[in-house]
Each structure stands twice: as C-alpha cells, then as structure tokens.
C-alpha cells in the first residue's frame, strides 16, 4: 500500500467518519477509476485513440448510421483492452463498502463493466453499456456476448438477426441523449443522498459533471478523490488528489477495518 503523509491520513479518517455517519451514499465514478487497469480515458487525445480518427468524427450517431464500419474498427482497440482488463483496488474497494451497506448506489460513467465484475450491484451506467446491442433500423435489442469474439478478433460488424440492419452498442455516442430511465434514477439518487463521493472523474463531462453540485445543494457532503482539480473542490468535505486505487483501500481499512 501507499505510504501515507500524516496530512493525508488525517484526511483519511474524516473521509472516513463521513461515511460511517451517512445513510444514503452515491458514488460517481469516470474514467479515472479504470485507467489503473489499463483503460485509457477515450476523450484523452494522450489515449491512442485519436491517431488515426478523431473520436468525435467517427463515435458520433450521424457518423455511425453514415459509416458503421468506421467506427468499429475505431471502437476496436479499446473493446479489446475492456474485454482484457481486470478490476483493480478502487473497484473492488467500492463493492466492499456496498457489501457493509455503506454505499448505497454507483454512477457511473463508464462502460467497462469493472464495478458489477468486482461485486458492486446497485450501478448505474449513465453513458451505457456494452452489454447489448440495438438495430439501428428495427430497434431490436440483443445481448452482445455471441458478437464479441468475431468482434474483437477479426472487426467483424454485427448484424440484426431480424433486419439484416447493423446492431450498435448500447453506449452513448457523442451528441446523444443519455438512456433517459437510468438518468433519471442517477438524478434522484444524487439529491437524495447525504454523501456523495466522486471517484475519478474530472467532472468535464455534462450532464454528470452536474450531479455534484446537486447533492451538495441539497446538503450533502462531498468527498472527491481524482487526479486533477474540479470545479467544485471547493464545496467537498474532503479533496485527495492521488490515485484512486491507493485512496480508496486505505478509506477501506479505516472504516470497516480491513484492506481489500
Ligand atoms: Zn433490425
């Protein structure tokens, strides 16, 4: 484990004592949590997915119905790092704070699957998931597993059993409209909640970026653990800028005693 500056475990143990005393806890993760297992933020021109297209360009709605082949073979490396990657201590620390009843729902802005493979039940993917496919000419919905591995070995594009139309992942494109009943569950979570902890996420993305300043608003406690600055520092509680998968173990054994 991270070794510890006492400024730092001092932050640990208030970080701690808020969640021991809060009963409705939100945690809204972003790509942050994930690249400590490899999996590159894909709005990150640093991530190797802008070399050859410009996401926006390709993983956008109009780029897909236009050119649906393009995008999966943009989407490509990436579905292939998802499918690779393992959960890493931040995950498997959040499941463990769910497991004690001390967290009580996950927003998340990733579709990598990594909190419900580490334990976590309660998540919401608010940029959707990987999990099924829709026609984008009859709106039949599959389940992508018989897809993938044609997929992610030879690009194979998949196609609607029923229309013959191409299947596009369940997530969402840029320009696109957030899947409205999950969105509005993160929503309703977001005031509800007498805690809210951000967990790698720079909170640049809107309409999540948002949901914050909702809690705080509807005064909750905030703690935010992320690399880099957000706007709304200011109004958290308690503000770690390390990695998440060093702070959170730690947040781990402070409250419930043992270390993931
Ligand atoms: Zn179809």
């Known amino acids: 484990m991270l070794e510890l500056s006492e400024g730092s475990l001092q932050s640990i143990r208030c970080a701690a004592d808020i969640i021991k005393a809060s009963h409705r806890t939100v945690v809204l993760t972003g790509a942050g949590i994930s690249t400590p297992s490899g999996i590159p933020d894909f709005r990150s021109e640093d991530s190797g997915l802008w ?5 926006f360009e390709v993983a956008s709605l109009t780029a897909f119905r236009l050119k649906p082949h393009k995008f999966f073979e943009w989407l490509r490396p990436l579905a292939v790092t998802i499918y690779n990657a ?11 704070l769910e497991s004690a009843g001390l967290v009580q729902t996950v927003i998340t802005q990733n579709i990598d699957r990594l909190h419900q493979r580490s334990g976590s039940r309660n998540v919401l993917e608010v940029h959707g998931t990987l999990d099924t496919l829709s026609c984008i ?10 897809y993938v591995q044609a997929y992610l070995d030879h690009g194979q594009t998949p196609i609607c059993p029923r229309c013959g139309g191409v299947l596009k992942p369940d997530i969402v494109l840029f320009g696109e409209q957030l899947p409205a009943k999950i ?6 979570a977001s005031k509800k909640c ?5 967990a790698g996420s720079s909170l640049e993305v809107l309409p999540v970026a948002g949901l914050p300043m909702r809690a705080v608003e509807n005064g909750a406690h905030l703690i935010i653990i992320n690399r880099t600055k957000t706007y709304i520092d200011v109004r958290a509680d308690v503000v770690f800028g390390e990695d998440v998968a060093e702070i959170l173990p730690w947040i781990v054994k402070e409250v419930i005693g043992d270390y993931t």
């Open 51 to 55: 070399q050859r297209y410009d996401p």
């Open 86 to 96: 393992q959960p890493n201590p931040a995950h498997m620390s959040l499941a463990r």
């Open 137 to 146: 000419e009859c709106f039949h919905q599959v389940d992508s597993q018989p």
């Open 183 to 188: 969105w509005l569950k993160a929503l309703d």
């Open 194 to 198: 007498e805690l809210m902890i951000v």
